[in-house]
């Protein structure tokens, strides 16, 4: 029987006659659940949820940190079923399961910690305080405390599990009731780890409510204490920018969108090194993980025109052992991507790269997959590009959500590189592999106006790094331009965005007997 997954808000599960929509296994085209949108009275909805919000502002960051570790332990203890979702849902390989579901209990956990370390206060600490004039009375401070709205979070569809709790633990943490909405078709997870932690008692009542669907007239009821984040492609993000509600009451927004990630392979990175072997490691990592459906995908590999042959041969041979078909076999090791609309997308994608790019490995993205029924399922296989000629233009402007990167020649120098990187107007990471530190160091202060995030590759980090895919909480996540020009996680600096910083002006014996709290974490 198939799973109907409803809403919850203003503490109830809400039964809709809405329009149905049917949620696929991408492997094999079978229904796994249905949702029945829409039957969300906003006014209603939001209403309690600030009610409920009041009281929780009130609690003190440790306090509401104890409920993340409650909210991390509860959902690690359904981990199996979890990923066992994930795959059927989101055409996940159990590895790539785990990264959401480990993402998301990781990250609940991090801001646990980041909880008990700020303690029992209501309130953050903004710099020293100052004294104002000559008189040694008049003295100034800067707070920051919760604000009193909501915490509207919109998801992409790519990690239903992680990018649900990568908002949604900072928010709880800095005293924000959640509504969150995750895309549509990947929506089993997330509804399910909603489910988890209402029933598991987890939150006050009213702090947590689950949209599925369009979101229908929610914006319209925005205010000027509400934060709005939003996830997902750089068209919904301006939409949402745009919306007058938004516009009207200043409602906080911060968007994540696409990016043209880039990977630079320093020219004294030697084929035999650590750093080169690093570097082909973690291009077919992002190529292959999730099935290149990451935002932090590595789309574009900078490479030393004289190096180009040898990268080429190397990813090839790294990629024809990559095993696409239905994620539920062990030996697969790539999955369909999430859509049917995904589908057509990356193949017209692949299709338009090659407007000016040769292809080096896997053609026009035609797989036969393993363990599915002829013609079913939503596979594409790894594709790699070379660069034709000049510095391309489709390579720099149009991000391909699949298991798709173009090789593009620089000639070698760091500012070369840089301009390339550039050229892809906003990034959310770029890395560079190399282990001459003036070439690092040039590429990182080149490259960092262009960034959210840099990684560094090098032979003594071999082994001891995660890649530049992987997002981690203690390090800010999102980037300039086309990336959505937001910023989220990095530890307490992800708190501030649903935090209203307050300058007090008085009698400095005052704010020192009221404020003199503990500092920003
Ligand atoms: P999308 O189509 O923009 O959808 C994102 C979310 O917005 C979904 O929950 C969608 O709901 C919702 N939505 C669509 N139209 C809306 C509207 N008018 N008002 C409010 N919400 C609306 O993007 P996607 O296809 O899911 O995600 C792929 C894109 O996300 C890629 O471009 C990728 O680069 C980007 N991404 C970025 C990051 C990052 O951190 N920067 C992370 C992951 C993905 P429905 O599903 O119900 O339509």
Redesign the pocket.
């Known amino acids: 029987m198939t799973t109907q997954l409803r809403s919850f808000a203003a503490g109830r599960w809400i039964e809709s006659t809405g329009a149905r929509t049917l949620l696929v296994n991408p492997a094999t085209e079978e229904t796994v659940a249905e949702i029945a949108a829409g039957g969300i009275d906003w006014a209603v909805a939001l209403g309690a949820a600030r009610t409920a919000g009041l009281a929780f502002s009130r609690l003190t960051f440790g306090e509401r940190g104890a409920m993340l570790k409650a909210a991390s332990k509860l959902l690690h203890g359904h981990r199996d079923e979890l990923i066992g979702l994930a795959i059927a849902n989101g055409g996940n390989t159990r590895g790539d399961a785990k990264f959401d579901i480990d993402g998301a209990t990781g990250t609940l956990a991090a801001y646990a910690d980041l909880g008990a370390q700020i303690g029992d206060v209501r309130f953050l600490v903004d710099g020293e305080g100052i004294q104002l004039t000559r008189s040694v009375r008049f003295y100034g401070q800067h707070i920051a405390v919760p604000r009193r709205g909501v915490a509207v979070h919109?998801?992409?569809?790519?990690?239903p599990g992680w990018?649900m709790m990568e908002k949604a633990a900072v928010a709880l943490l800095a005293g924000l009731p959640v509504v969150t909405?995750?895309?549509?078709?990947t929506a089993v997870v997330a509804h399910r780890i909603i489910e988890i932690l209402i029933e598991g008692k987890v939150f006050p009542d009213g702090i947590l409510t689950l949209c599925l669907?369009?979101?229908g007239d929610l914006?319209a009821h925005l205010d000027g204490q509400d934060c709005l984040a939003?996830?997902?492609?750089?068209?919904?993000?301006q939409?949402?920018r745009r919306h007058p509600t938004v516009i009207a009451r200043s409602v906080r927004v911060n968007i994540?969108?696409?990016?043209l990630n880039a990977a630079v392979l320093g020219p004294d990175a030697a084929r035999d090194s650590e750093a080169y072997a690093q570097f082909v490691a973690d291009v077919v990592r992002d190529m292959t993980q999730k099935t290149g459906q990451?935002?932090?995908a590595i789309r574009r590999v900078m490479v030393p025109a004289d190096r180009l042959a040898e990268v080429a041969e190397d990813l090839s041979e790294r990629l024809a052992g990559v095993r696409v078909g239905n994620p539920a076999l062990e030996e697969v090791n790539m999955g369909p991507v999430a859509t049917a609309r995904?589908h057509s997308d990356v193949r017209a994608g692949i299709a338009r790269l090659r407007e000016e790019a040769d292809v080096v490995f896997g053609g026009d993205g035609s797989v036969e997959a393993l363990g599915v029924p002829a013609g079913k399922g939503f596979f594409v296989g790894p594709v790699l590009l070379k660069l034709r000629e000049g510095a391309g233009t489709v390579v720099h402007a149009h991000?391909v959500?699949g298991p798709v990167a173009t090789l593009v020649p620089f000639g070698g120098d760091a500012l070369g590189a840089a301009a390339l990187v550039a050229r892809g107007q906003g990034c959310?990471v770029s890395s560079v592999y190399s282990d001459d530190r003036g070439f690092l160091g040039e590429m990182a202060l080149e490259l960092a106006p262009y960034n959210g995030r840099l990684f560094l590759g090098s032979s003594k980090l071999a082994g001891h790094a995660v890649g530049p895919g992987t997002v981690l909480p203690q390090l800010v996540?999102?980037?300039p331009g086309r990336?959505?020009g937001g910023e989220e996680l990095g530890g307490a600096r992800g708190l501030w965005f649903y935090l209203q910083r307050t300058a007090i002006a008085g009698d400095r014996p005052i704010l020192d007997a009221v404020f003199g709290g503990p500092k920003p974490a």
């Open positions: 919109i998801n992409a569809f790519n990690f990018n909405k995750p895309a549509t078709a669907g369009p979101v914006l939003f996830t997902g492609s750089s068209d919904t993000g939409e949402i994540e969108a696409d990016s990451k935002c932090t995904q991000e959500f959310l996540h999102g980037g990336a959505g």
